[in-house]
């Protein structure tokens, strides 16, 4: 492994670091073995007809394609080494230089630089702002609040309760959701109920590293930046968006114990104390890629 100084013209560009072919290739193989841990099984399912209720979320509300995610990138401050590596020109983010193939140091087209502009101020005020604790997972209960069993997005599953009692549970404690993309799939009646009336426009005013869909988010943000984001960190993301989504569904009125799914029961205080504690952990592991996302994103401004 070498490293090689960046071109006078973007002195700003950390020096880059040379792979050999060898070990970009392991990289790779090591990447798509890992992604295929998760998108094989899914795969399988919907060759089958099947839904599932937990896991289809990551390939369907987030509109990534199992064979975009299997794609390995290397992500900035990487030149390719070898003659392999000029399969990476088809991408226009691409180039070729004396010392192998690498991004663009302009990779990121100046039409794009407002949306990473506005990412980048998403995710330092996520940062900055202190985590809540106190949400209890109740907004999967607002998106079932007051409906039929017709309306009900996963219908094919049993609700752990009656609908009066489970609106019941709704009222007897205030919803404080502060994830906009959450609230918009309350129902009309459960809407009143949030603390807060959430809008697009005032997202970044609410987001906060508690919330279990900010940092599933994280995912979408990564993968919204590829191929300029290293292949690795979308994986770290979409790993840990898929594990918040177990417990963003065992913590709803759903029972998927059918499915191996022991719920969390928010409804009680012993249930809540669990949920906590694993929102604050989920909150731990989100923060560094959180982080990453911000460092990427400075890299890719300054360099366009």
């Given at each position: 492994m ?5 071109p ?5 560009t950390p020096t880059?670091l040379v792979?050999p072919e ?6 790779a193989?090591v990447?798509e073995r890992?992604i295929?841990a998760?998108?094989d099984?899914?795969q ?5 007809g099947?839904?599932?209720?937990v896991y289809?979320?990551?390939f369907?509300?987030?509109?990534f394609r199992a064979a975009?995610?299997r ?5 900035p401050?990487?030149l390719?080494a070898g ?6 020109l088809r991408?226009?983010?691409y180039?070729?230089?004396d010392?192998g193939v ?5 990779a990121?087209?100046?039409k794009?630089?407002p949306?990473v ?10 940062t900055e702002?202190p985590?809540?604790?106190?949400c ?17 997005r996963?219908n094919?599953?049993?609700?752990r309760?009656a609908?009066a009692?489970?609106?019941?549970i709704?009222?007897a404690q ?6 906009y993309d ?9 809407r ?8 697009r ?7 906060q590293?508690g919330?279990?869909?900010?940092n599933?988010?994280?995912?979408k ?10 292949a ?6 979409f790993?840990l ?7 963003d569904?065992r913590?709803s009125?759903?029972?998927?114990a059918?499915?191996?799914?022991t719920p969390?029961k ?5 249930g809540?104390?669990?949920?906590e504690?694993?929102?604050r952990?989920?909150?731990?592991r ?7 996302l ?5 890299h ?5």
């Open positions: 070498i490293r090689v100084p960046a006078p013209n973007h002195s700003s880059a792979l060898p070990e970009w290739q392991s990289r193989l990447h890992r295929c998760w998108t099984p899914h399988a399912r919907a060759a089958r099947e839904k599932h209720p289809d979320f990551l369907t509300y987030y509109g975009w995610l794609r390995w990138h290397p992500g401050g990487l390719l003659a392999a590596a000029r399969a990476f991408d226009p983010e180039h070729e230089t010392h690498s991004l663009r140091p302009d990121l087209p100046e794009r630089r949306f502009l506005w990412l980048r101020s998403l995710l330092a005020a996520t702002r985590g809540f604790f106190g209890f997972g109740l907004h999967e209960w607002a998106m079932v609040y007051r409906q039929t069993p017709e309306e009900v996963h094919q599953y049993p609700l309760f609908p009692e489970l609106a019941r709704v009222e205030p919803l404080r959701c502060t994830h959450a609230f918009r799939f309350f129902t009309t009646p459960a009143p109920l949030n603390r807060t009336e959430l809008t426009e005032t997202c970044v005013e609410h987001e590293p919330c279990l869909h900010a599933m988010d994280l995912y943000w990564a993968y919204k930046l590829s191929p300029l984001a290293p690795e960190l979308v994986a770290d993301c790993e968006a898929r594990d918040i989504r177990e417990l569904m913590a009125p759903y029972d998927l059918a499915l191996g799914f969390v928010i409804e009680t205080p012993e809540r104390a669990d949920y504690q694993q929102q952990a989920f909150a731990e989100a923060r560094p890629l959180r982080l990453r911000i460092t990427l994103c400075d890719l401004l300054k360099s366009a």
